[in-house]
């Protein structure tokens, strides 16, 4: 079967730094587009980034460049979602998602990982 | 950068047709893809390049792309379809993915 497990839940302080996972399963990781899809609380959703796990090839929004990282580990199937100094206004659920490539939509979602950042 | 516009709430009936647009300049130009998001619940995909269903998805779920708008509409509307839709682009001007801001689909 398919899927993206996703990180669990995590609670930091404003400044503090993150690490968020999603373990991809059923496929072939290195092959396919991985991206990350915020969703602030009550809201829409927002492409954050995307990268390519066989040469890492990645991709930012300009609204996140610069404030998160985007990277992935192929001995793994894992891909990563990095901020060096959270603020509150980075509270939200991400989630990773799959890209089909040619079609240009995300057919697969991992379940989401909810970011909460407060003092 | 593209910009996609949806309205932020529709209604409908039970067994009646429910209409989601999606408006962006010359969006007839792009492939326009469509997810449903129930409360609590990752998005699923219901459908890809304007119209294709995924397997899966119901039959009553379907899609056009004209001009400057592209629509979800879904048939014989049943409770369990309430959910937030939204459509979804590629920009190949700027290679970055755009989402709609989501449209709440409330049955009545």
């Known amino acids: 079967e398919e899927q993206l497990v996703q990180s669990g839940a995590a609670v930091r302080k404003p400044g503090e730094s993150l690490n968020i996972s999603c373990e991809a399963s059923?496929?072939?990781?290195?092959?396919?587009?991985i991206a990350w899809v915020r969703q602030m609380p009550g809201k829409g959703l927002e492409w954050v980034a995307m990268i390519y796990p066989a040469d890492s090839d990645a991709k930012y929004s300009p609204s996140f460049q610069g404030q998160v990282t985007i990277s992935a580990d192929k001995s793994t199937s894992t891909a990563f979602l990095q901020w060096s100094t959270l603020k509150a206004s980075d509270t939200a659920i991400y989630y990773c998602?799959?890209?089909?490539?040619?079609?240009?939509?995300?057919?697969?979602w991992g379940r989401g990982t909810l970011v909460t950042v407060s003092s | 950068s593209y910009v996609l516009t949806q309205p932020p709430s529709v209604s409908v009936a039970p067994g009646k047709t429910a209409k989601i647009t999606c408006g962006g300049d010359?969006?007839?130009?792009?492939?326009v893809h469509w997810y449903q998001q129930k409360a609590g619940q990752a998005p699923v995909v219901v459908l890809y390049?304007?119209?294709v269903r995924p397997s899966g998805i119901p039959e009553r779920f379907s899609g056009s792309n004209s001009g400057d708008t592209a629509t979800l509409t879904i048939n014989r509307v049943e409770v369990g379809d309430e959910a937030d839709f939204y459509c979804q682009v590629w920009d190949s001007t700027s290679d970055h993915w755009m989402f709609g801001g989501g449209t709440k689909l409330t049955v009545l």
């Open positions: 059923g496929y072939s990781f290195p092959n396919y587009w």
């Open positions: 010359k969006i007839e130009t792009k492939a």
């Open positions: 998602a799959r890209h089909i490539e040619g079609y240009w939509y995300f057919d697969l």
């Open positions: 390049h304007d119209g």
